[in-house]
């Protein structure tokens, strides 16, 4: 999508006088000002702590930031659309969204249509014999984010804490009206800018804030208990993921259709897409079909669903990313299909796929199979519950937080882990940093800043300002010319330290 056509659909969006007005004055400010006075009697009503307090408050965060629209495009769509996000990162409500969210992500746990993720829905399904007349059904509320009425979110989250004050937290949960206040700020204060013109959403929740994926759950959980209760013993299965929904009917295809017409007239702006099938359907990144278990079991078949649009793009082996990411990201596919397919032959067909489009993004076969070999189909039952071993686990671990190391990557300096262990002992024979520092760090590594990351970002900078290619000598490659520089004495500081170790792999 070109910057023409990018500027076109969002501004076809912000036309829609429905869920955007135009405000061309900032409120951020304002905005910032209602948060803290807010936060100051929760403070002084002792509702939040002086850390809570502080933390929270965006005047003691640095400068507000006006949150920025940028669009996701739908490439599957014709013609190309926008998703739009509202980065609000640095904004008078980014913090008190994520203290919002905190005690919301429970209750939304708790709803009976609820699914966590598609290993969840997997087991759900396996666990579920069905009928042979059995028809499967996936929805999508359309839209949802951005469809979602204000007030009714606010009374829906209203009715839903205080339907749960039963929930244990590890902080102390504030009253119920001091967290519809900061809602209410969330939600109705949601001015952002797009092509340096000032917008305000005044319908739906912001793609981006924090708090939106719970604030919304809970606002639709009360429509799709309406929408179940006209069915009433027709639906064996009601599962939803934010706007996904999965779907087991078990009655005539005809009472279907005329359930799908009636689910959209229960409210205004919530409206449901609907498929069907006597055979199979997609939900998530899963096809549920009826093979050949269903025929012998009664129990519906589980594949990898792929989108038509998939190029299998996958990290390119040339790429600067340390070794274990490059091995990470195989094993973890390869596990994915283990959980995603019920057959063997559907998980084979899937990983020889996946390897074929792997040699040709650089890597070499020799690579590929040492990693995927060490996965087996067989262990399918034991990675489905792996989720119940961990929170075991878990509930038992120390709570600890372990020393990070964490430095950018770099290709060029290796056996950095050899060299801290190799000289740790330097740290442990010191009578006062053995105790701050106990154990070995872990190394994590920050990826370097890439061409993508120079060239996409939220915020939509005038043409006018965008630099172009000067010849050297020019002022703004001194610029360019004087950060490297920079960055190149930070480096060699770090060399200088590691270098005389051979372990690194440094040579002086």
Not at 44 to 52: A, F, L, M, P, V
Not at 141 to 149: F, G, H, L
Not at 259 to 287: C, G, I, R
């Amino acid at each position: 999508m070109n910057r023409k056509d990018y500027i076109t659909e969002g501004k076809r969006q912000l036309e829609s006088s429905e869920h955007y007005c135009y405000t061309g004055t900032e409120i951020n400010q304002d905005t910032s000002k209602t948060v803290h006075t807010i936060l100051r009697e929760m403070y002084e009503k002792k509702e939040i702590d002086k850390d809570t307090f502080e933390y929270l408050d965006p005047n003691k965060n640095g400068p507000i930031r006006t949150p920025e629209l940028y669009l996701l495009p739908k490439i599957h769509k014709n013609p190309v659309k926008g998703r739009p996000i509202i980065s609000g990162n640095g904004s008078a409500t980014e913090r008190i969204g994520a203290f919002l969210d905190y005690f919301l992500i429970p209750i939304v746990k708790r709803q009976n249509t609820y699914v966590r993720d598609t290993t969840e829905f997997i087991k759900i399904i396996e666990q579920t014999r069905l009928p042979k007349h059995a028809i499967l059904v996936s929805g999508d509320i359309t839209s949802m984010y951005t469809n979602v009425p204000h007030q009714e979110a606010l009374d829906a989250v209203r009715a839903a804490l205080e339907n749960n004050s039963d929930l244990r937290y590890d902080i102390k949960r504030p009253k119920v009206d001091y967290l519809i206040s900061l809602l209410n700020i969330i939600l109705k204060t949601n001015a952002f800018k797009f092509d340096r013109e000032i917008w305000l959403q005044i319908l739906g929740a912001a793609m981006g804030q924090i708090c939106s994926p719970e604030v919304c759950d809970i606002t639709v959980h009360d429509l799709e208990i309406k929408v179940i209760e006209k069915a009433g013993q027709k639906i064996l299965i009601w599962l939803r993921y934010r706007d996904d929904v999965f779907i087991i009917w078990l009655d005539t295809e005809d009472n279907l259709k005329t359930f799908m017409v009636e689910a959209n007239q229960v409210h205004p702006t919530l409206k449901f897409t609907w498929e069907y099938s006597n055979q199979s359907v997609t939900f998530l990144d899963t096809t549920i079909f009826k093979g050949t278990r269903f025929e012998t079991e009664g129990i519906l078949d589980i594949k990898i669903y792929t989108k038509p649009t998939e190029r299998y793009q996958y990290l390119h082996r040339n790429s600067s990313h340390p070794p274990s990411v490059f091995k990470g990201f195989i094993k973890g596919e390869v596990l994915r299909y283990i959980r995603n397919c019920s057959s063997k032959k559907n998980f084979e067909q899937k990983r020889d796929l996946f390897i074929n489009k792997l040699t040709e993004r650089g890597y070499n076969l020799q690579e590929i199979h040492k990693i995927t070999e060490s996965v087996e189909f067989s262990n399918r039952d034991s990675l489905l519950n792996k989720d119940n071993l961990k929170q075991k686990k878990k509930r038992g671990a120390n709570k600890t937080p372990p020393l990070v190391f964490t430095t950018t990557y770099n290709p060029h300096i290796t056996g950095l882990r050899n060299a801290i262990q190799k000289n740790w002992r330097l740290i442990s024979e010191n009578e006062n940093l053995c105790k701050v520092f106990p154990k070995p760090p872990l190394i994590a590594y920050r990826k370097t800043k890439s061409i993508g990351d120079t060239l996409v970002k939220a915020k939509l900078d005038p043409l006018e300002n965008t630099v172009p290619n000067l010849p050297n000598g020019t002022e703004a490659n001194q610029h360019s010319a004087t950060q490297v520089t920079e960055n190149d004495d930070m480096l060699s500081i770090l060399v200088t330290m590691l270098k005389s170790d051979p372990d690194t792999g440094l040579t002086p």
